[in-house]
């Protein structure tokens, strides 16, 4: 079996640069960690409160901070 990434949080960056929201952002005002940053940059695992939690930040939907493929 081939060892692909199925999390993708490319649609996160995206999104955070038309609202030009900084990571400095996240970290102060959405209560993320910089570990957790440092998971989204690797597309790493989150948890749903994360996601919650970058969904209120970014006033947006699951749909644009993550995608599966």
Not at 36 to 56: A, F, P, Q
Not at 58 to 68: A, E, Y
Request: with cysteine; proline share 3%; net charge negative.
């Amino acid at each position: 079996m081939e060892d692909t990434e199925m999390v993708d949080y490319s649609p996160l960056w995206k999104t955070m640069a038309e609202k030009h929201i900084s990571q400095y952002y996240l970290i102060k005002h959405g209560d993320i960690d910089t570990k957790t940053i440092y998971n989204l940059r690797k597309n790493g695992n989150i948890t749903i409160l994360t996601l919650e939690k970058l969904c209120r930040a970014l006033d947006c939907s699951p749909n644009d901070i993550v995608r599966f493929t």
